[in-house]
């Protein structure tokens, strides 16, 4: 009886099945687009990369705006850290001196020692914002790398459907019946 069942399914569902004349489809040309196969990025790897070069990881998932971006946020980042190291340490060396030649005179003392902190601070906020560009260039290649895979596998989808079109293949379903079928449009 169970078999019954089984034999009885399949009999209905050849029954509801419509064949009609399909398009003609050069079968070279679908094994070559089916052999095609979409190119995935790790994402691990793109943070990998990023990690030792920032902006790799973006020039790896095909985003060179983004990874251009950050090597010149790093670069700018560099050099204003090593202007601002420079001008410290002459501002420290000022401050020193006049603290060590003029040690009662508070306010020369002081005001040395503000331009020097200044200095400081400056530098500290360019080695900050380079750290914070590596930072971001880390999770932002992941998040492209990501990106980019589904915009691939999007792309994918989209080739195979439109083989799909060029096939003439019909599924449908209505309240009576279900039919997959070759059609062929003039």
Known sequence: MKYMRYLLFILI????????????????????????????????????????????????????????????????????????????????DTYVLTASNEPDDSFTVLESYDTANQKYKLQMFFIYSGIGFWVYSIIDSYVSSNFYNANSQIQSIKEDAQQIEKLGLQVGISPTRMYLGFAKTF
Not at 35 to 40: A, T
Not at 62 to 84: D, E, H, P, W
Request: glycine share 8%; net charge positive; no cysteine.
């Open 13 to 92: 569902l050849l029954l509801s099945i419509q064949l009609s004349y399909a398009n003609e489809v050069n079968l070279e040309q679908t094994l070559n687009e089916s052999e095609k196969s979409v190119r995935l990025i790790s994402p691990v790897g793109t943070m990998v990369r990023s990690a030792f070069v920032p902006g790799w990881g973006q020039y790896h998932s095909r985003n060179y705006f983004r990874g251009g971006l950050v090597q010149l946020g790093i670069v700018s980042s560099v050099v204003g850290a090593y202007l601002a190291h420079q001008s410290f340490s002459s501002h420290y």
